[in-house]
């Protein structure tokens, strides 16, 4: 077997095994496949290599229904980090990743405002980057987060966390996963993630997944995919500035 290797000899400590149980945790049976570990140290990752091919309409369903399986896998609350794996994750890319606050939620809207709108709230205010205005309507969303205006009755998924197009290889075999920054959440967050970056026949994906999920995703789900895309957003805007500011503004509007 060919492998990849992922290094950063001055990687923050626990990253790579924090990535290693992410996968290990979202290898669940019939689910999307993901990347094999093949070893592990404090600077690299030796992976599976994974031969891209072209994606495909059937792919796409194929995936989608397999998502809906690894969701519907579980974990043990808003915010666990996957199992092997104790504390704090990672978002973000290789070179500059960020904190991920881990949490044990009974509900994913006081996970989210404590976990992730306030998480990034403080990582924009540090950085000179949270206009007044903005900083009042994120702590607003987290007020009404914490409410429960936007909780449902869905128990926490086993999500990958990071799901936009790049974490998605698509090869022969159909789309493998790679690069999660896995935790128990919402199934809207990574199907937002989807949708906020793209992914060829996304279409046929959701399409599939919901046909597959059924009843766990609650009434009007597509209306609240900008709700999820608000944190991976703010943590553009803190990662990459720039238009980003102006997205997370127009999102956070929505939903306050």
Do not use: I
């Amino acid at each position: 077997m060919t492998t990849f290797v992922k290094q950063r000899p001055d990687a923050p400590a626990g990253f790579f095994a924090c990535e290693a149980a992410g996968l290990r945790w979202l290898a669940v049976p019939g689910g999307a496949r993901v990347a094999r570990v093949l070893a592990v140290t404090d600077t690299t990752l030796v992976l599976e290599r994974l031969t891209p091919g072209c994606p495909s309409p059937a792919g796409a369903a194929a995936f989608g229904r397999a998502l809906a399986v690894t969701h519907a896998a579980g974990a043990p609350a808003f915010g666990s980090p996957p199992a092997g794996w104790p504390g704090d994750g990672f978002f973000g890319p290789l070179q500059d990743p960020r904190p991920l606050p881990a949490g044990a939620e009974a509900t994913w809207g006081a996970f989210h405002a404590r976990c992730r709108v306030r998480s990034v709230r403080d990582q924009l205010a540090a950085q000179g980057a949270l206009p007044e205005r903005l900083d009042g309507q994120l702590e607003r969303l987290a007020s009404r987060l914490e409410d429960g205006t936007y909780d449902d009755d869905a128990p926490p998924s086993r999500l990958h966390g990071d799901l936009w197009s790049g974490n998605v290889v698509w090869t022969a075999d159909g789309a493998v996963l790679v690069d999660p920054a896995a935790h128990g959440g919402h199934a809207l967050t990574d199907l937002a993630m989807l949708d906020l970056f793209g992914l060829p026949h996304l279409d046929r994906v959701l399409d599939a997944y919901a046909e597959a999920a059924g009843d766990r995703l609650p009434d009007g789900w597509q209306d609240l995919l900008g709700l999820h895309q608000v944190y991976p957003v703010a943590m553009h805007a803190v990662l990459f500035g720039g238009g980003y500011g102006r997205r997370l503004a127009e999102l956070v509007e929505r939903y306050t």
